[in-house]
């Protein structure tokens, strides 16, 4: 018991002494070590600290580098956007001032033409309010609308031509002596009236202007110009010199053209009258196209006589041109045959007789001569 508590005792005091021993060491060497330990793990952190920057920078610089590529390529892009789009601005200011000059033109031109359309409006009722002066633009525009057509003043028609019941403004001259009358004075006072007028003055004039035209329709009734000339066609063209007058009066009196028509009266406006014109020129055309087919069957029915008197003389010469070789084919059988028994005798004759050569040529005049006698007892 006494041993084991003396063991106990010893290692106390061994654990004592370690303990201050331990603590001795460590105050003395410790603090030497642990700046020895730290001064090596500093500088092992400081070196990997400057490797991973090292990398990291040069990671950096690559990155930095690589977006410094891609930005100047950006702005490479974008600047040769930028300048595509100042050309086009240029472009397009340039086509605006050129699209804005010709705008301005066109304004002007407008504005002159519309400067031109209120004077000739001014101008045209200034001519409707002139009754004299309305007729002479009625034979203006007849005379042109004729003279378009191909007629000929003087020859397919004539102006003002004196007639018993009154003078027609136009005479047409028709195939066959027939004739064609057409009168260019209308009534427009009230129509110039009644376009000047406010809304509510209208109706009257308009009014005015149908009692005005019926007026006029009854007053070419009673001239009667087509029972005035021989061979005057049934019915008298009324031209109205104004295409929208001509329209109006069609649509407020849709009934008008079946009143004119017993009353022998045809209303036209210009284009009408343009076609009726048309007419007037083809029948003529048509008339001297059968002239010109009865000149040609006379001329073809003369050809036929003449052709067939030639075809009688051309038979009498070849009957004659028969007759004659006829007469031809009797003479070479029957005078031949004669002359060449003739000749052989006097061949014969000469080798019989021993006629000398230089006598040969006085022979044939004897026997020429006796032949001839022959011959004419012969044809006696």
């Given amino acids: 018991m006494t041993a084991m508590w003396l063991g106990i005792g010893l290692g106390a ?34 070196s990997l600290a400057r490797g991973e920057l090292a990398v990291e920078r040069e990671k950096g610089v690559r990155d930095l580098e690589a977006r410094r590529q891609a930005v100047e390529t950006a702005v490479q892009g974008l600047e040769e956007q930028v300048r595509r789009y100042e050309v086009l601005m240029r472009t397009f200011e340039s086509d605006r001032d050129q699209k804005f000059g ?15 359309l209120q004077r000739t ?14 007729g002479q633009w009625g034979q203006k525009m007849a005379d042109d609308i004729l003279r378009l057509c191909g007629l000929v003043d003087g020859i397919h028609y004539r102006r003002e031509q ?17 004739r064609l009358f057409m009168d260019v004075k209308f009534p427009l006072d009230n129509y110039v009236r009644f376009a000047s007028a406010r809304d509510e003055d209208q109706r009257g004039y308009r009014e005015a202007f149908l009692r005005d035209v019926r007026e006029h329709l009854r007053e070419m009734e009673r001239r009667n110009y087509v029972a005035q000339a021989d061979r005057a066609v049934d019915y008298v063209i009324i031209f109205i010199p104004n295409e929208q007058v001509y329209g109006l009066l069609n649509e407020w009196l849709p009934a008008l053209i079946d009143e004119c028509l017993p009353k022998k009266t045809i209303l036209c406006g210009p284009w009408t009258l343009y076609a009726i014109v048309r007419i007037i020129w083809q029948a003529w055309q048509h008339y001297h196209y059968s002239l010109a087919v009865g000149d040609i ?14 075809k009688e003389r051309f038979v009498e010469l070849g009957e004659l041109l028969q007759r004659t070789e006829e007469k031809y084919q009797e003479i070479t059988t029957k005078s031949y045959q004669r002359l060449d028994g003739r000749i052989r005798r006097i061949e014969d004759y000469r080798q019989g007789h021993h006629l000398p050569e230089e006598s040969v040529g006085q022979v044939p005049d004897r026997v020429s001569v006796g032949c001839d006698a022959d011959l004419g007892g012969s044809d006696a």
């Fill in 102 to 116: 010709l705008l301005k033109g066109e304004l002007e031109r407008v504005i002159q033409g519309n400067d031109q």
């Fill in 162 to 178: 004196e007639l018993a019941a009154g003078r027609p403004d136009y005479t047409f001259f028709l195939p066959d002596d027939h």
């Fill in 13 to 46: 005091a061994i654990a004592a002494a370690v303990v201050v021993a331990g603590g001795w060491w460590l105050r003395t060497q410790f603090p030497t070590l642990a700046r020895a330990a730290l001064r090596e793990m500093g500088e092992a952190f400081l």
């Fill in 297 to 310: 069957v006379r001329a073809i029915n003369g050809f036929l006589q003449d052709f067939g008197k030639f």
């Fill in 121 to 134: 409006t001014a101008n045209l009722v200034a001519v409707l309010g002139n009754a004299r002066i309305r």
